[in-house]
């Protein structure tokens, strides 16, 4: 009997810790049910296993096709303009030619091939680290135009405009030089943070160069 009476006493405690333990397991489930988006649009892209607009952080972006308009139409193609693969961009429309543009880079950095700026393409795009040469035109170029202006390597009343002249590429090389950096006559990223220091820290041309 008393050996009866323990055998019943531990199945008791075993299904006691199997509902506590199980309260437990549905209180997290409830829970972060409760942080998932069951929204239609998200079901239906779980259901067809589409996330080509699903951003690597799980935000929601916008896919540009071709016809479409839009301002961030603009930025992607002076990217794809500053990596070589399109001419300079005059409007801010998806049209034939940044089509072919997204397809040869998407085809260079191994991504699905589809001439749409999906989230993958987008995001490598913005990964990308641009270095400005001569002939490069882009607003990015002016702040650069500005220090190298302030600090003599460009004439006082200097045009900043973005357009990389070789006026601006013979000031960059004397700026890479007395500097202490690799001379390439372009704005690469070292020479990208150079400039981007604070004046103080930066050594001004020579009077012989001004």
Same mark, same amino acid.
Do not use: G, Q
């Given at each position: 009997m008393p050996k009866f009476?323990?055998?019943?006493?531990?199945?008791?405690?075993a299904v006691a810790a199997i509902i506590l333990f199980s309260s437990f397991e549905a209180q997290f489930? *409830?829970?972060?049910?409760?942080?998932?988006?069951?929204s239609d649009k998200m079901m239906?892209?779980?259901?067809?296993?589409? *996330?080509?607009?699903i951003a690597s952080d799980g935000s929601e972006i916008t896919v540009y096709s071709e016809g479409d308009s839009d301002d961030m139409i603009t930025t992607f193609k002076v990217k794809l303009y500053l990596l070589d693969y399109m001419s300079y961009p005059t409007d801010n429309t998806f049209d034939a030619a940044t089509k072919t543009a997204v397809e040869n880079y998407q085809t260079a950095k191994g991504l699905t091939v589809n001439g749409m700026l999906d989230a993958p393409t987008q995001e490598a795009l913005n990964a990308e680290e641009i270095e400005y040469v001569q002939g490069h035109m882009t607003?990015?170029?002016i702040p650069y135009q500005e220090t190298l202006i302030e600090l003599g390597y460009l004439a006082e009343g200097s045009q900043a405009d973005g357009n990389f002249t070789q006026e601006l590429q013979t000031a960059i090389e004397s700026y890479q030089t007395n500097n202490s950096l690799t001379v390439t006559g372009t704005i690469n990223k070292q020479t990208q943070e150079a400039l981007s220091r604070p004046i103080s820290e930066q050594t001004p041309a020579t009077p012989a160069e001004q």
């Open positions: 009476k323990w055998v019943v006493l531990y199945i008791v405690a489930y *409830f829970t972060y049910a409760a942080t998932i988006n069951l239906m892209r779980a259901y067809t296993n589409d *996330f080509s607009n607003s990015a170029i």
